[in-house]
């Protein structure tokens, strides 16, 4: 066999499923920014009288950007799969799955609509960009939305047939 042949059974032998859950990894640079903007935020925020809120301003939109494209990319997960012991017990539990949805829901529509409208409305830059940095951050929260729903389906003991060993959850 060739290297040409074996490189491109290599590529063949990736599913696009893993391919984004590598992808998937990429949230944690993303939330380390998140936190760096966070903690500027909360030490600008202690100095507001001297330099005003614009650098607060500011850092909170970076805060929302960089947060919003962290989740967004959490979103890429493989969702057959829990991640940790309370996830399987949320997502199992048809209750306390639905209340999930709906938590997640409100912080992605809310978001999004109170960052439209308040740029629809701002006059100032600085509003303008905290509206769009809510907006960026609502539409990470859909991504996760679907994942959550789809985490749903797969885990729900209600709807799920139990496997040969009666586990009706794959390996976290």
């Given at each position: 066999?060739?290297?040409?042949?074996?490189?491109?059974?290599?590529?063949?032998?990736?599913?696009?499923?893993?391919?984004?859950?590598?992808?998937?990894?990429?949230?944690?640079?993303?939330?380390?920014?998140t936190t760096?903007?966070?903690?500027?935020?909360?030490?600008?925020?202690?100095?507001?009288?001297?330099?005003?809120?614009?650098?607060?301003?500011?850092?909170?939109?970076?805060?929302?950007?960089?947060?919003?494209?962290?989740?967004?990319?959490?979103?890429?997960?493989?969702?057959?799969?829990?991640?940790?012991?309370?996830?399987?017990?949320?997502?199992?539990?048809?209750?306390?799955?639905?209340?999930?949805?709906?938590?997640?829901?409100?912080?992605?529509?809310?978001?999004?609509?109170l960052g439209?409208?308040?740029?629809?409305?701002?006059?100032?830059?600085?509003?303008?960009?905290?509206?769009?940095?809510?907006?960026?951050?609502?539409?990470?929260?859909?991504?996760?939305?679907?994942?959550?729903?789809?985490?749903?389906?797969?885990?729900?003991?209600?709807?799920?047939?139990?496997?040969?060993?009666?586990?009706a959850d794959?390996?976290?």
């Open positions: 066999m060739s290297q040409a042949e074996s490189s491109s059974s290599a590529v063949r032998g990736i599913e696009a499923r893993q391919v984004f859950q590598w992808l998937s990894y990429a949230q944690y640079p993303a939330l380390l920014v760096d903007y966070m903690v500027q935020a909360v030490i600008a925020l202690t100095a507001f009288r001297t330099a005003g809120w614009g650098p607060v301003f500011d850092l909170a939109n970076m805060v929302l950007l960089y947060g919003g494209v962290a989740i967004g990319l959490s979103s890429l997960q493989d969702p057959s799969k829990t991640q940790n012991q309370i996830s399987r017990r949320v997502w199992r539990d048809p209750v306390k799955g639905r209340v999930l949805l709906w938590v997640l829901a409100l912080e992605a529509f809310v978001p999004i609509a439209l409208v308040g740029a629809s409305l701002a006059k100032d830059s600085v509003v303008s960009q905290l509206a769009l940095g809510l907006v960026a951050f609502g539409l990470g929260m859909i991504g996760l939305l679907k994942t959550a729903i789809e985490m749903r389906e797969h885990h729900r003991l209600d709807r799920v047939p139990a496997g040969p060993q009666g586990a794959p390996a976290l």
